[in-house]
């Protein structure tokens, strides 16, 4: 009898150990070379690791943290691709709020047979942060669709950023930007990105000379030149619609003057679009051709008595 019961006892200690193996595998082969299961969240910003089942998230890029995956797929799938180009499409305005991610996937098809090099995104710094007026990040970026590289060279070229000055983290939670790049990969897979954020106070003089700093740069590649802008803040839809009108007719006018005096009543970054509109006119494009014009209200299908409106547009120049 006792025998018995040592041998079920040995039994049952072998059974625990491969049981304890068994779950110690499962474990390793998820978290091996720092791939984590989809879904789940990072216990520091309690956001969740974006990578695909494919594709691991690799450590020490820039993560798109406010990517949301139903979101995303339901904006390509109902994009509109709008055809008719006098020419060649050499830049664009699109916003960075993810509510209007359906004109966002919109602008991004419309543009996705450009075989672009690169993309030159130029947005807000809406909290402010760092030392510098301009910042920018010399990282790759970790999408749901493969790795999206910078073009290093050229970030130092207009920037005269050095790699020790480059703003990973910064970058990362600034949704201007973060939040197009997984667009920027899906439409644009072999293009590369340079990122560059702006401060609110970087006045009419700096951005007119960045612009032509930009333009001088990219003039002997295939390049996009991208304003990641939202426009009218905390309005009714109606003075909302109201200031969108003022703003249009500045931005058909080229009037970096009146852009340069204009509030988040217009526009979240005048210095991302006077430093826009000076690259486009460097380019020689024939202006603004508007895609899309919407209103967080109205997407929402709910009353706000403050409201963020959106544009889309693109600027060619003749073949």
């Given at each position: 009898?006792?025998?018995?019961?040592?041998?079920?006892?040995?039994?049952?200690?072998?059974?625990?150990?491969?049981?304890?193996?068994?779950?110690?595998?499962?474990?390793?082969?998820?978290?091996?070379?720092?791939?984590?299961?989809?879904?789940?969240?990072?216990?520091?910003?309690?956001?969740?690791?974006?990578?695909?089942?494919?594709?691991?998230?690799?450590?020490?890029?820039?993560?798109?943290?406010?990517?949301?995956?139903?979101?995303?797929?339901?904006?390509?799938?109902?994009?509109?691709?709008?055809?008719?180009?006098?020419?060649d499409i050499v830049g664009g305005i699109v916003p960075h709020h993810l509510l209007a991610?359906?004109?966002?996937?919109?602008?991004?098809?419309?543009?996705?047979?450009?075989?672009?090099?690169?993309?030159?995104?130029?947005?807000?710094?809406?909290?402010?942060?760092?030392?510098?007026?301009?910042?920018?990040?010399?990282?790759?970026?970790?999408?749901?669709?493969?790795?999206?590289?910078?073009?290093?060279?050229?970030?130092?070229?207009?920037?005269?950023?050095?790699?020790?000055?480059?703003?990973?983290?910064?970058?990362?939670?600034?949704?201007?930007?973060?939040?197009?790049?997984?667009?920027?990969?899906?439409?644009?897979?072999?293009?590369?990105?340079?990122?560059?954020?702006?401060?609110?106070?970087?006045?009419?003089?700096?951005?007119?000379?960045?612009?032509?700093?930009?333009?001088?740069?990219?003039?002997?590649?295939?390049?996009?030149?991208?304003?990641?802008?939202?426009?009218?803040?905390?309005?009714?839809?109606?003075?909302?619609?109201?200031?969108?009108?003022?703003?249009?007719?500045?931005?058909?006018?080229?009037?970096?003057?009146?852009?340069?005096?204009?509030?988040?009543?217009?526009?979240?970054?005048?210095?991302?679009?006077?430093?826009?509109?000076?690259?486009?006119?460097?380019?020689?494009?024939?202006?603004?051709?508007?895609?899309?014009?919407?209103?967080?209200?109205?997407?929402?299908?709910?009353?706000?008595?403050?409201?963020?409106?959106?544009?889309?547009?693109?600027?060619?120049?003749?073949?």
């Amino acid at each position: 009898m006792n025998k018995l019961l040592r041998y079920m006892a040995v039994c049952l200690t072998l059974i625990i150990i491969a049981g304890g193996f068994a779950a110690c595998s499962k474990t390793t082969g998820n978290i091996e070379a720092g791939i984590k299961p989809i879904g789940t969240k990072d216990p520091e910003r309690g956001v969740p690791e974006i990578g695909t089942k494919d594709t691991p998230i690799i450590k020490d890029m820039i993560r798109c943290i406010y990517y949301n995956d139903a979101e995303f797929m339901q904006s390509i799938r109902i994009a509109n691709k709008q055809e008719s180009y006098k020419g060649d499409i050499v830049g664009g305005i699109v916003p960075h709020h993810l509510l209007a991610c359906d004109l966002i996937a919109s602008f991004f098809k419309t543009v996705s047979n450009g075989n672009y090099d690169c993309v030159v995104v130029i947005g807000p710094n809406h909290k402010r942060e760092g030392n510098q007026m301009l910042n920018t990040a010399l990282e790759s970026w970790s999408t749901p669709f493969g790795v999206l590289e910078p073009d290093d060279n050229l970030i130092k070229r207009i920037t005269g950023i050095k790699t020790s000055e480059s703003k990973t983290r910064l970058l990362e939670v600034e949704h201007s930007v973060s939040s197009i790049v997984p667009y920027i990969k899906y439409y644009l897979p072999d293009a590369k990105i340079v990122p560059v954020i702006l401060h609110g106070n970087y006045g009419m003089k700096k951005s007119i000379e960045l612009g032509h700093k930009i333009y001088s740069s990219i003039s002997q590649k295939k390049a996009l030149v991208i304003a990641s802008v939202d426009f009218s803040h905390y309005l009714t839809p109606e003075k909302a619609d109201k200031m969108d009108e003022i703003t249009l007719r500045a931005l058909k006018s080229w009037d970096i003057n009146a852009i340069s005096q204009m509030t988040n009543d217009n526009m979240d970054s005048p210095p991302s679009i006077m430093t826009f509109l000076t690259v486009m006119k460097d380019a020689g494009t024939d202006g603004l051709r508007l895609l899309g014009h919407d209103n967080s209200a109205r997407i929402a299908k709910t009353y706000s008595d403050s409201t963020t409106s959106y544009f889309t547009a693109v600027f060619e120049r003749n073949k």
